[in-house]
């Protein structure tokens, strides 16, 4: 286990030192955000520090720019171009001058300093007494909040106080559009391809306590405008000017600083894009929202946050009693989480949240697999928006099979607004599997939600014509038996690539193909009118259903009859194995070997078949996850951060429980305690919801099945007590897990019907019900 920077408390992050080491990995783990914009925990006031020990970023999600993407030898369907999330004006900046000596931790002398994030009231406050050179002594605390109820705001308090002296304060507070990249990491993890300036200063204005400014991408055309309002509360004397230069907006205050009385500056800001506002109203609406706030003041605005928590944590929270490290470790996951999903249907959840530029702000099926489990079981109105999102891309990944020459849909590997953005097909395009992924998702969605509504409405044109581009890259092959083979694919495992018949692929595209023909006949049956609607747009003719159903019972499902195991994929088991014990001084493998020399081993990055028995786990037995959990966990390296939840989850129910706990204490703090040495660039989120999985999944026991959820609890030894809320159908039902004990409550619903080690329970609202905890060896063997 790392050490942790942070004490251990069961709602707070603290800092209670700066230390410069740590200012970029700070900056992350204390970044704020709402799903609609975020901003990394750099300071208001600025900061001199050497360039790689700070990265200042604010994002919008899902505003991007374009790029070209350039290849010296291309290739037919290559995507041209990319996407990528651009870091837009910085609108915190409040700077504070003591006759004319900038205030700054680095220099003078720090003697208080203490940060905290206080994930019940969702801010972060800031507390320092600061000296200047000369000996002039100014306490400054300083808050900040982004709205999770109004999506376009951000609130932040800037209060200071002189202790030893009176005189001139300056306050300077500013929005500055002047953002150049200097990123040139090739690590695709840390950076994006943008480079120099990418946007443009449209118009700006300042008057009085108010400002904005409007940017538009070069390329992407995209526009967003920024707005700030101001309010002062002070007994002190102060004038202030604006002033407005090419990509600037500010205000300077100077105030008649008297020795023990405050002076607090509350700055609203707001930023509006044309992706959701027409153009021309882009400026009203920033200005309505900081006008609109200033009016209900920051009181309010403080005591939303805390209602809008109080509401989320009553859904989700996890109590791990026994455990404060992890109690602390997932709550910052599930806080995080909440903080970087979007609550709207056409952005999604990036894979570094809205805290860092690594991935480009791109959506992968991170979303689909990892993290809306999260959502769909805690709040399933934020899981509709997953769904909404992949049907609104549909016309996209329509496009996209066209061009490579498929019918149906083919949706993107990575993406931000549809189009494939990913330049190195084989672990890109080739990751057909992103497909089924969608559809599971959407799957578990209706199963867990009953909205039929949506599937008739939207799901099943995903459905179906995901299903038709099985159909188009599949064939019966006559030397394995006329079996419909996948080939040319590569799994979740990117150590491997362009393969045939990978065996997740084929698998979740069975599923696909009988989803989709399972969804075709019911609607036939109850949704006639829909059917007609959706089967007219796409031309869908019965003959197809047919073929779905026939190409998924004869999916050719890979097996090796000699080592009693699922292979990875046909030539796997054919190549050399690498042991990850020897491999320690090399990883990530992506950053030290050419993938063709990572290719041709048996090595993995991350879980492919055991990540197919988690996610289809009613197809297989214990014992089959035990052999196949022996044979590919020695050669992987968990190179990914998607990897080390799964194996969690699967050493739970093998019987391997000490493996079960190591695996999970890498996912539970794995951006708290930096576990891969770069939560400087950004959060991990799928690792974060993937941490929530291996405790409810796997400590907690529960797994959905196609008939209900299944309870087979099995807390590690030190917990006292494991506590957590499901909704599932419409109920709400509370879990509480002791050593000796497993109880439920139905708290919305009238009944449900549950599995206790496969003996069925109906729970009625209100009543509790409790029973023993098999001992493990009963409960297993
Ligand atoms: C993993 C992918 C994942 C991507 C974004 C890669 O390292 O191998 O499975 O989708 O990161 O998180």
């Known amino acids: 286990m790392k050490k942790s920077i942070y004490p251990y408390e069961e709602w707070k992050i603290r800092e209670n030192a700066f230390d410069i080491n740590m200012n970029y990995r700070n ?42 993407i350039k290849y010296t ?42 940060r905290v994030l206080d994930m019940k009231e969702g801010f972060t406050e800031r507390k320092l007494l600061w000296e200047t050179e000369t000996g002039k002594r100014i306490e400054i605390i300083v808050r900040r909040l982004i709205s999770f109820k109004r999506q376009h705001l951000g609130v932040i308090v800037f209060l200071f106080k002189p202790i030893n002296f009176s005189g001139n304060v300056k306050l300077i ?16 993890r840390v950076g994006s391809n943008m480079q120099g300036k990418v946007m443009e200063t449209l118009e700006s204005q300042v008057d009085s306590y108010l400002g904005w400014i409007m940017q538009s991408t070069k390329r992407s055309k995209l526009k967003y405008v920024c707005s700030f309002n101001h309010e002062i509360k002070t ?45 021309d109203c882009i400026i009203d609406e920033a200005l309505k929202e900081v006008e609109n706030a200033k009016r209900i003041g920051v009181d309010i605005i403080f005591k939303e946050q805390s209602d809008y928590l109080n509401e989320f944590w009553a859904d989700a929270d996890v109590v791990i009693d026994g455990d404060i490290s992890l109690q602390q470790g997932i709550r910052y996951n599930e806080f995080q989480l909440l903080q970087s999903v979007s609550k709207n249907d056409i952005t999604n959840i990036c894979a570094k949240g809205l805290t860092g530029e690594g991935y480009e702000g791109h959506y992968f099926w991170d979303s689909d697999i990892y993290i809306m489990p999260f959502f769909l079981y805690t709040k399933p109105e934020i899981a509709k928006n997953f769904v909404m999102f992949r049907y609104n891309l549909l016309d996209a990944a329509r496009k996209r099979a066209k061009e490579l020459g498929y019918k149906g849909a083919l949706y993107p590997w990575r993406t931000i607004d549809g189009p494939e953005c990913s330049s190195y097909f084989p672990a890109g395009t080739a990751q057909y599997h992103i497909n089924s992924d969608i559809v599971l998702s959407i799957k578990k969605y209706v199963e867990a939600t009953l909205d039929y509504d949506f599937l008739f409405k939207y799901g099943a044109e995903v459905v179906f014509e995901t299903a038709r581009l099985w159909i188009s890259i599949g064939s019966y092959i006559p030397l394995k038996n006329n079996k419909f083979c996948i080939n040319c694919v590569t799994g979740p495992d990117e150590y491997t690539a362009l393969v045939d018949n990978n065996a997740y692929t084929n698998y979740m595209a069975q599923m696909n193909l009988e989803y989709a023909y399972f969804v075709a006949k019911e609607m036939i049956k109850k949704a006639p009118d829909d059917y007609k609607r959706i089967s007219e747009k796409i031309s869908l003719s019965d003959d197809e259903l047919e073929e779905w159903n026939i190409a998924a019972q004869n999916m050719y499902l890979p097996y090796s009859a000699e080592l009693n195991i699922i292979p990875q994929d046909d030539s796997f088991l054919y190549k050399e194995k690498l042991n990850v014990k020897d491999l320690e001084s090399e990883k990530p493998l992506l950053l030290h070997r050419h993938y063709l020399n990572i290719y041709r081993y048996q090595i993995c990055k991350q879980p492919d078949v055991l990540l197919l028995m988690y996610l289809r786990r009613e197809l297989f037995s214990i014992d089959e996850i035990k052999r196949n959990y022996d044979y590919y966990e020695p050669i992987t390296t968990h190179d990914s951060s998607l990897s080390p939840a799964i194996f969690s989850i699967l050493a739970n129910e093998v019987g391997y429980y000490e493996k079960a706990y190591d695996y999970f204490m890498m996912t539970a703090r794995m951006d708290l305690d930096d576990y891969n040495g770069n939560v400087k660039d950004g959060i991990h989120t799928a690792c974060m919801a993937g941490a929530w999985s291996a405790i409810i999944n796997g400590f907690g026991g529960m797994m959905t099945y196609p008939d209900g ?21 419409n109920c709400k039902l509370h879990v509480d897990i002791t050593q000796d004990k497993i109880s439920f409550l139905l708290i919305d619903g009238a009944e449900m019907r549950i599995y206790l080690y496969d003996e069925e329970i109906l729970l009625s609202n209100g009543l509790k019900v409790e029973k023993e905890v098999k001992k493990l060896e009963e409960q297993r063997y």
């Not at 990319?82 to 900046?93: F, L, P, Q, R, T």
């Not at 507070?173 to 695709?188: A, K, L, P, T």
């Open 27 to 68: 900056e992350t783990i204390f970044s704020l955000g709402n799903g609609y914009f975020g901003m990394r925990g750099t300071f208001e006031e600025g900061y001199t520090g050497p360039d790689d020990t700070t990265f200042n970023a604010t994002y919008i999600n899902g505003f991007y720019e374009v790029y070209d």
């Open 173 to 188: 507070s500013e929005i500055d559009g002047n953002i150049n990249y200097r990123n040139e990491s090739e690590d695709v």
């Open 235 to 279: 007994k002190n004397q102060f004038k202030f000017v604006n002033y407005r230069y090419e990509d600037k907006v500010g205000i300077e205050f100077n105030i008649d600083a008297r020795k023990g009385e405050t002076f607090e500056l509350t700055k609203y800001i707001s930023y509006y894009t044309s992706r959701e506002c027409a153009e």
């Open 73 to 114: 030898e291309g290739g037919y369907g290559f995507p041209s171009y990319g996407e990528a999330m651009v870091n837009v004006a910085d609108s915190k900046i409040i700077k504070l001058f003591i006759d004319n000596e900038p205030f700054d931790i680095l220099k003078g002398n720090l003697i208080l300093y203490e």
């Open 709 to 729: 959820l299944h309870f087979m609890p099995n807390i590690p030894v030190g917990w006292r007590l494991l506590s957590y809320n499901v909704k599932y159908k």
